[in-house]
């Protein structure tokens, strides 16, 4: 647990002392010195919060590999649904078809599921409004724009085909 | 070079035109999605008037309008949800 | 120079079509959860067309990295952080017992929690 505890600090602080160098962008020593004391106070109080679960996984050049392949990946997604959502929006009220819909996911763990839901959220047209986990698998419910199946397999297939396959290649 | 202006005082107009949805809103909601997108096309207007400019002030203004808007739509959004459901 | 001018307007004027589209949607949409759908539109395509062109005019025209990053770090932020406060006010609103007018072609979350 000690040793746990000791790795999840120097995560948060690496992360924060990357974040206070992107925000300054100045490299005289005193700066980069007090951000050192700053970030470590930060991430003494902090990191039983920010990490829940393995906390080196971005220190795995796979995972990161796998990280920076998904951008791309997402960017298409988004493309193509904010195309389709500024049609509606010029279109007015008759061209949307709204519901909420149950939809089944296999990602698993905390990490996995919170990325699958913001990506969810952030493209156009869909967005997460609750997660349940009945006997051992987890649901979303997803409010959707556009309702073309009611049938729940087919709908998430629709919704996150692509996006789940590669949060779960990041995460497993 | 005033081309940035011109694409800045344009946001700026498009925040304008989310604030009738604040003031007109039936709900809670609608006015909170309206302040929340107000305060991202603000945040994109300074952007645009910081790089016209040149003055640095603006991004670091934009940044804490950038967090503080997130902070209070969750606020308002947990206020709501009120941790029950109420019948309607 | 007159054509990279012309390109980073273009980035630029492609995010102001999308942030008009959302704008239109939050006014025009019928229902509280369709105007959330409008607005995704500003803070994602929008958000990303303006802070793209911007960065680009920092780093090529203007030639100042320290503002290059710094508005890379605002658009990281406004996308990782603003589908936490979407998502928040969506079920808030759900829960607080807000439903579109025009009811919905199916609504599993008012199925599962109210019968």
Known sequence: MQKNRLSSVLSTFVVCYVFWLLLTWNFSAQE???GAVVCLCVAWFASRMFIHEDPTWLFKPQKLLALLAYIPLFLRELWKANVDMAKRCFGGCRSINPGIIKVPVEAKGLYAQAMLANSITLTPGT??????????KDYYYIHWIDV????????????KGSLEKGVRRIWE | MSDMLVFSIFFALLAVMNLYRLLKGPTAADRMVAGDSADVL???????????S???IYLDIAIVSALLGIIDTMLVGRYLDNGRWLKK | ???????????IVIGGIFALAGTIGILRMPDTYSRMQASTCISTMGAIGVLLGAALYAALILHAPGTTVKIVVIGLLILTVNPVGAHAIARGAYRNGVRPENGMKIDDLGRDFYE
């Open chain 1, 148 to 159: 073309t199946t009611t049938d729940r397999v087919k709908a998430g297939e629709i919704i």
């Open chain 3, 1 to 11: 120079m007159i054509l990279l001018r012309l390109l980073i307007g273009a980035i």
């Open chain 2, 42 to 52: 603000i945040c994109c207007a300074m952007v645009l008037y910081s790089v016209y």
């Open chain 2, 54 to 56: 040149g003055r640095g």
């Open chain 1, 127 to 136: 967005i997460t409004m609750d997660i349940v986990s009945e006997n051992g």
């Open chain 1, 32 to 34: 980069l010195v007090m």
